[in-house]
């Protein structure tokens, strides 16, 4: 097993309180279903990104906003506990970001959010002053103001950093984005809403002429495809039994983040992260499956 080498990364994105209810199917519009279990768990793309790339290994620093209230008192120790910098995170007059949850048997979610705090992250705050320059990557997501993602990637580049761009929940991607260079981590629906594109051949084309280091898609139980240049790369999804799919596209992108800021290669740093996503749907909430670097290393075979 091998150790990994401290890396730095830095996420620029939410954290939410996720209000959980496990049903047997997900409502239809304008149904009403009996649920089972209420769950509360933390949330939110950006802290969990952050706790995955945490778990991984990577030295985290988490730049966003919360609220004055126990959520974000709450949001804020979850994040400290995994060891990750929140010094960056503000405290500001909206309540603390809110998704509502409904989980099926089968593992599948519906998910609307109140971004509040989120909404009030500010392009100064992306700018991440005072950070020194160096190796390693940044990791935004669409959860905040789309000010705050074109401040973020261009943080990445005056440092250094790689940038790595999850966008979710589906946007058009400005041109400014993509100009920078990020590796882009879209499931299926957001490759096309994020292009504008009509099928995925398409969308990977002009993504890639707007300056898209690469594309990695989720691809849920299919695993995950690898678009670099004209290589396209599959990777299998881990023959798991899903418990939860919350959180798994944000593991895919935290481990992804953590090995490319270590030095490692797309093509390893995608089976890494296929790998963690495919063990964290086992367990309830975004962060309960969330593996170890040891995990992830054992499922990789090392
Ligand atoms: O990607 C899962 C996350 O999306 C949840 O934790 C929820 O907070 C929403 O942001």
Redesign the pocket.
């Given at each position: 097993m091998s150790t990994p080498a401290m890396s730095r990364v830095v996420v620029i994105g939410?954290i939410?309180v996720?209000l959980v209810v496990a049903a047997d199917h997900l409502p239809r519009p304008g149904e009403t279903v009996l649920g089972g279990r209420f769950a509360r768990?933390f949330?939110?793309?950006g802290a969990?990104q952050a706790v995955a790339a945490a778990r991984a290994g990577a030295s985290v620093l988490m730049v966003g906003a919360v609220g004055h209230d126990r959520y974000g008192d709450e949001s804020l120790a979850a994040l400290a506990a995994e060891g990750i910098d929140v010094s960056r995170v503000r405290r500001v007059d909206a309540p603390t970001?809110v998704?509502l949850?409904a989980v099926a048997a089968d593992g599948e979610n519906q998910?609307v959010?109140a971004p509040g705090a989120n909404a009030e992250v500010s392009m100064e705050d992306a700018a991440v002053n005072g950070l020194p320059a160096g190796p390693g990557a940044m990791l935004t997501c669409l959860?905040i103001p789309m000010r705050a993602v074109v401040a973020a990637v261009a943080t990445a580049v005056r440092l250094g950093l790689q940038p790595i761009v999850n966008p979710?929940p589906g946007q058009r991607l400005p041109a400014e984005v993509l100009a920078a260079g990020p590796i882009l981590t879209p499931n299926q629906d957001e490759l096309l809403t994020t292009s504008g594109a009509a099928d995925i051949e398409a969308a990977l084309t002009s993504l890639a002429a707007g300056g898209a280091r690469a594309v990695v898609v989720t691809l849920g139980a299919s695993g995950a495809m690898l678009a670099d240049g004209r290589r396209r790369v599959s990777f299998n999804a881990l023959p798991v039994e899903v418990v939860d799919a919350?959180?798994a596209?944000?593991t895919f992108s935290g481990v992804l983040a953590a090995w490319l800021a270590e030095g490692g290669t797309l093509d390893v740093a995608v089976a890494a992260a296929n790998a963690a996503a495919g063990l964290s749907v086992t367990q309830p909430g975004?962060r309960s499956g969330m593996p170890t670097r040891a995990q992830i290393e054992v499922s990789l075979g090392r």
């Open positions: 939410s939410n996720d768990h949330g939110g793309k969990n970001g998704a949850i998910i959010v959860e979710a919350t959180g596209g944000d975004a």
